[in-house]
């Protein structure tokens, strides 16, 4: 089929005889580029989370090169545009606040600049969904590019993953295992490449989960950052997008239900992050696809756990993807996923998949030799989350999967940080720790409180698990028995900001049941004497942010992004 320029949503900017596009012209010109460089081209946009202060994304300034060069080699003409990094190491509250800032500042980049397709570049954990939920918004052709994962951690004879050996030694110093010498040598070993966490956290588990949405290039989710094949991707995936364009493949084509259904399935045999439970809820309703808890615990009820890789396994993500990577995971899962659906780079995911192989029968197991015969994740009900709650039970200890306990209840984070280790709270092993206020609205944003420390004079005893309970979230990157996303949050008044101190928890994960032990006529009495907190925020984004999130078995969008209808193209002329 020819390709007619005037089909380009960039020619109402630059190609018609009116003032506006002789002005356009005009600065373009001013910008430095000729005529012939742009003019009946697609126009890409790459929009870049680069910064300073993002070693997870340190690298992607380098990388938006490799992109531009696949673009111009397609024949297209490139942009470059700065947008929020988001970076988890450093941003507070949590990146998560500012999740649906990114977002919109995607689509509403997208739909106002003269651009006909997008590449993003993102990793960190909240940057794959964001950038992922403004695109299908927007719903131009688009083509992701993941960070990467860094480089394996090393410490004398240990090799490092990072976050989750960040949790293990930490408790190792507050047990008095680790002085401040070891400590220091830890701080320079943890993390010593560019490139998101190398664990199967929240970042290595939404950028595969793009890759299985197809929405890049096959392979690209888990090269290593710092890898010449991630600049290959990179460029790829530059000239990828022109012929996209040319096609007119949008987001709508490929972002369907099966779409979504494969990247749960991707998640669970993954043995990833809680976090995807969230994120693909909000891209899914972004696409118009009603993704629910419900369907990640059925599909989990089907899906075994095939990826070895830490917390729930032993290997890290270099070796994932010199095992095969993600292709070679899906090749063994095929039966469980929606094959003749397309991608942004082949007809059918069948077709990308092809020939894909697995070269280490250890780091992704076969289905006989499978880490858990069902998904990592659970969803669960009861009088204490009567819209849900998750638990990563394969990273819990099996004793306190059906466990029953007295509650300790914390109002706040800060509270908690300043008497968990206090021996007057008297707490045993078998205590569950209760924490509320750090849900979407009280955290504010839904902070990574859910791993709560277990008491030091606990620690020295050897005690490594617990059970506890909150409306947080923690890091993929983390493990333990922790029950999170409680919905209703305790702050808009779910039945979490009715327990208290001494009442008895049940957990039972086999039947998917989270439940306190007091009558519901007491709870009822509680209730009534309920007031709510004060607003977080009066003014500013934290104000339209509280106003707006929804809670988290929806996916924590704001209401009136995840809002149906049409917005229109502005007029450029």
């Given at each position: 089929?020819?390709?007619?320029?005037e089909?380009?949503?960039?020619?109402q900017?630059?190609?018609?005889?009116?003032?506006?596009?002789?002005s356009h012209r005009?600065?373009t010109r001013?910008?430095?580029?000729?005529p012939?460089?742009?003019?009946?081209?697609?126009?890409?946009a790459?929009?870049?989370t680069?910064?300073?202060?993002?070693?997870?994304h340190?690298?992607?300034?380098?990388?938006?090169?490799?992109?531009k060069?696949?673009?111009?080699?397609?024949?297209?003409?490139?942009l470059?545009?700065?947008?929020a990094?988001?970076?988890?190491?450093?941003?507070?509250?949590?990146p998560?606040?500012y999740r649906?800032?990114?977002?919109?500042e995607?689509?509403?980049?997208?739909?106002s600049?003269p651009?006909?397709?997008a590449?993003l570049?993102?990793?960190?954990?909240?940057?794959?969904?964001?950038?992922?939920?403004?695109a299908?918004?927007?719903?131009?052709?688009?083509?992701?590019v993941?960070?990467?994962?860094?480089?394996?951690?090393?410490?004398?004879?240990?090799?490092l993953?990072?976050?989750?050996?960040m949790?293990?030694?930490?408790?190792?110093?507050r047990?008095?295992?680790?002085?401040?010498?070891?400590?220091?040598?830890?701080?320079?070993?943890?993390?010593?490449s560019?490139?998101?966490?190398m664990?199967?956290?929240?970042?290595?588990?939404?950028?595969?989960a793009?890759?299985?949405?197809g929405?890049?290039v096959p392979?690209?989710s888990?090269i290593p950052?710092?890898?010449?094949g991630?600049d290959r991707?990179?460029?790829a995936?530059?000239?990828r997008?022109?012929?996209?364009?040319?096609?007119?493949?949008?987001?709508s084509?490929?972002?369907?239900?099966?779409?979504?259904?494969d990247?749960?399935?991707t998640?669970?045999?993954?043995?990833?992050s809680?976090?995807?439970?969230?994120?693909?809820?909000?891209?899914?309703g972004?696409s118009?696809?009603?993704?629910t808890?419900?369907?990640?615990?059925?599909?989990?009820r089907?899906?075994?756990?095939?990826a070895n890789?830490r917390p729930?396994?032993?290997?890290l993500?270099?070796?994932?993807?010199?095992?095969g990577?993600?292709?070679?995971l899906?090749s063994?899962?095929?039966?469980l996923?929606?094959?003749?659906r397309?991608?942004?780079?082949h007809?059918?995911?069948?077709?990308?998949?092809?020939?894909?192989r697995?070269?280490?029968?250890?780091?992704i197991?076969?289905?006989e030799r499978?880490l858990?015969?069902?998904g990592g994740?659970?969803?669960?009900r009861?009088n204490?989350?009567?819209d849900?709650a998750?638990?990563?039970?394969?990273?819990?200890?099996?004793?306190?999967?059906?466990?029953?306990?007295p509650?300790?209840?914390?109002?706040?984070?800060r509270?908690?940080?300043?008497?968990?280790?206090?021996?007057?709270?008297?707490l045993?092993?078998?205590?569950?720790?209760v924490?509320r206020?750090?849900?979407?609205?009280?955290g504010?944003?839904?902070?990574?409180y859910g791993?709560l420390?277990i008491?030091?004079?606990l620690?020295?005893?050897?005690?490594r698990?617990?059970?506890?309970?909150?409306?947080?979230?923690m890091?993929?990157?983390?493990?333990g028995?922790c029950?999170?996303?409680?919905?209703?949050e305790?702050?808009?008044?779910?039945?979490?900001?009715l327990?208290r101190?001494?009442?008895?928890?049940?957990?039972d994960?086999?039947?998917?049941s989270?439940r306190?032990?007091?009558?519901?006529a007491?709870?009822?009495g509680?209730?009534?004497?309920w007031?709510?907190?004060?607003?977080r925020?009066?003014r500013g984004?934290?104000?339209?942010y509280?106003?707006?999130?929804?809670?988290a078995?929806?996916?924590c969008?704001?209401?009136?992004?995840?809002?149906?209808?049409?917005?229109?193209?502005?007029?450029?002329?």
């Amino acid at each position: 089929m020819t390709f007619d320029p005037e089909r380009l949503r960039s020619h109402q900017w630059y190609g018609t005889d009116g003032l506006r596009s002789f002005s356009h012209r005009a600065r373009t010109r001013q910008l430095g580029y000729l005529p012939e460089e742009h003019l009946g081209k697609p126009v890409i946009a790459i929009l870049n989370t680069w910064s300073d202060i993002n070693p997870c994304h340190v690298h992607l300034r380098d990388r938006a090169q490799a992109v531009k060069r696949g673009v111009w080699q397609a024949g297209g003409f490139p942009l470059e545009f700065p947008v929020a990094t988001l970076s988890e190491t450093f941003q507070k509250p949590t990146p998560m606040l500012y999740r649906n800032l990114l977002a919109m500042e995607t689509e509403e980049l997208l739909r106002s600049y003269p651009v006909d397709g997008a590449v993003l570049m993102g990793g960190c954990d909240k940057s794959t969904p964001a950038l992922l939920m403004g695109a299908a918004s927007a719903d131009l052709p688009t083509v992701f590019v993941p960070a990467g994962p860094m480089l394996p951690g090393h410490w004398r004879d240990q090799v490092l993953g990072s976050g989750t050996d960040m949790w293990k030694y930490w408790d190792d110093k507050r047990a008095g295992l680790l002085g401040d010498c070891e400590l220091a040598e830890l701080e320079g070993a943890l993390a010593r490449s560019p490139g998101h966490c190398m664990t199967m956290g929240t970042a290595s588990t939404l950028t595969a989960a793009a890759e299985a949405l197809g929405m890049t290039v096959p392979g690209a989710s888990s090269i290593p950052a710092v890898d010449s094949g991630h600049d290959r991707m990179a460029a790829a995936s530059g000239l990828r997008i022109v012929e996209l364009v040319r096609r007119d493949a949008k987001p709508s084509r490929i972002l369907t239900r099966e779409a979504y259904e494969d990247a749960v399935t991707t998640v669970l045999a993954l043995g990833g992050s809680t976090n995807a439970v969230i994120h693909l809820i909000a891209m899914a309703g972004r696409s118009g696809v009603r993704l629910t808890l419900d369907d990640f615990d059925r599909i989990a009820r089907t899906v075994p756990v095939l990826a070895n890789v830490r917390p729930g396994g032993r290997h890290l993500m270099e070796d994932f993807h010199f095992a095969g990577g993600l292709p070679g995971l899906l090749s063994r899962l095929t039966d469980l996923l929606h094959l003749d659906r397309p991608t942004v780079a082949h007809t059918t995911l069948r077709e990308q998949l092809a020939g894909a192989r697995v070269h280490d029968d250890d780091v992704i197991r076969p289905r006989e030799r499978a880490l858990a015969a069902e998904g990592g994740l659970a969803v669960l009900r009861g009088n204490l989350c009567p819209d849900g709650a998750v638990i990563k039970h394969i990273a819990a200890e099996p004793r306190l999967l059906r466990h029953t306990g007295p509650a300790v209840v914390f109002d706040d984070y800060r509270t908690m940080q300043r008497t968990i280790d206090d021996p007057a709270l008297a707490l045993t092993p078998d205590h569950v720790l209760v924490l509320r206020g750090s849900g979407p609205r009280g955290g504010p944003g839904m902070p990574e409180y859910g791993m709560l420390p277990i008491p030091d004079y606990l620690l020295r005893r050897g005690v490594r698990d617990m059970l506890r309970i909150s409306d947080a979230r923690m890091s993929g990157t983390s493990y333990g028995a922790c029950v999170l996303h409680i919905a209703p949050e305790s702050h808009v008044g779910g039945p979490l900001a009715l327990v208290r101190t001494g009442d008895p928890i049940t957990l039972d994960v086999a039947a998917r049941s989270l439940r306190v032990e007091v009558s519901e006529a007491e709870l009822a009495g509680r209730r009534a004497a309920w007031t709510p907190p004060p607003p977080r925020f009066e003014r500013g984004y934290g104000a339209l942010y509280s106003e707006q999130i929804t809670q988290a078995d929806t996916g924590c969008d704001f209401a009136f992004l995840a809002a149906p209808g049409r917005v229109p193209d502005p007029c450029a002329g």
